[in-house]
């Protein structure tokens, strides 16, 4: 049986993430620059055949694998669906608020003085979780169990599904902050995390019924993408 293995990458910049916004359920489109760099990353996976892909259905992480698709010449083209189940995590009434204001917020509820406070300890994924359950006066945030289990349950029957038809390579399309709480549900060891860069790749690999964490948050496909558009120009 083919080696199970998972490109997992976060969506193209957009407009709210270039405002410093905080974006979780709500959508804003990628911007130029993001749509470029998107762009430059479908040129590093041009000749990467897989088998089956899958985004968030988030329109950023759509338009991100559209744009990634998009430039892939492997042959056949891989069947495309989308899954809820990997959202970003709904940020409840503090969607569309600035970045600092939402990190500004989340420590106070958990008793620390500053952001920088709070990121010195071990905080958890669970802590920050009930931390937005009670900031969320409008009571839209998802419990952590219930994150747990969406992200989980949404990676683990995509590689699950591969693996069964006999493995290759899959791709997704998420987002930050759900990638690096996949990246902690798969490793405890691995850190809360806000430093994954849009287009960036997170490489896994599994085999029957366990995920091996192979890369984090690379940005090599875009760069070398960017070497083949410079080298197409001249």
């Given at each position: 049986?083919?080696?199970t293995?998972?490109?997992?990458?976060?969506?193209?910049?957009?407009?709210?993430?270039?405002?410093?916004?905080?974006?979780?359920?709500?959508?804003?489109?990628?911007?130029?620059?993001?749509?470029?760099d998107?762009h430059?990353?479908g040129?590093?996976?041009?000749?990467?055949?897989?088998?089956?892909?899958?985004?968030?259905?988030?329109?950023?992480?759509?338009?991100?694998?559209?744009?990634v698709?998009?430039?892939?010449r492997a042959k056949p083209?891989?069947?495309?669906?989308?899954?809820?189940?990997?959202?970003?995590?709904?940020?409840?009434?503090?969607e569309?608020?600035?970045?600092?204001?939402?990190?500004g917020?989340?420590?106070?509820?958990?008793?620390?003085?500053?952001?920088?406070?709070?990121?010195?300890?071990?905080?958890?994924?669970?802590?920050?979780?009930?931390?937005?359950?009670?900031?969320?006066?409008?009571?839209?945030?998802?419990?952590?169990?219930?994150?747990?289990?969406?992200?989980?349950?949404?990676?683990?029957?995509?590689?699950y599904?591969?693996?069964?038809?006999g493995?290759?390579?899959?791709?997704?399309?998420?987002?930050?902050?759900?990638?690096?709480f996949?990246l902690?549900?798969?490793?405890?060891?691995?850190?809360?995390?806000?430093?994954?860069q849009?287009?960036?790749?997170?490489?896994?690999?599994?085999?029957?019924?366990?995920?091996?964490?192979?890369?984090?948050?690379?940005?090599?496909?875009?760069?070398?993408?960017?070497?083949?558009?410079?080298?197409?120009?001249?």
């Open positions: 049986m083919t080696t293995e998972l490109y997992v990458i976060r969506h193209g910049k957009t407009m709210f993430n270039a405002l410093q916004r905080a974006q979780g359920w709500c959508d804003t489109p990628l911007t130029s620059k993001g749509a470029q998107i430059y990353l040129l590093g996976l041009r000749d990467t055949q897989f088998v089956e892909a899958i985004s968030s259905d988030s329109g950023r992480a759509i338009e991100t694998m559209r744009l698709l998009g430039e892939n083209k891989p069947p495309y669906s989308v899954d809820s189940r990997l959202r970003e995590w709904c940020w409840g009434s503090l569309g608020g600035y970045d600092s204001e939402m990190w917020v989340l420590p106070r509820v958990l008793d620390f003085k500053t952001s920088e406070q709070m990121w010195d300890t071990d905080i958890t994924f669970e802590d920050i979780a009930n931390a937005v359950m009670k900031a969320d006066t409008a009571h839209w945030a998802e419990p952590y169990e219930q994150i747990r289990g969406r992200v989980l349950s949404g990676i683990e029957d995509f590689a599904r591969i693996e069964k038809n493995g290759g390579k899959g791709i997704v399309v998420s987002h930050g902050f759900t990638i690096a996949l902690n549900l798969l490793d405890p060891n691995q850190p809360v995390r806000v430093d994954l849009n287009g960036s790749v997170t490489r896994l690999s599994y085999h029957d019924g366990d995920f091996t964490i192979e890369e984090i948050g690379s940005t090599a496909f875009i760069e070398a993408g960017r070497e083949i558009s410079t080298n197409l120009l001249s």
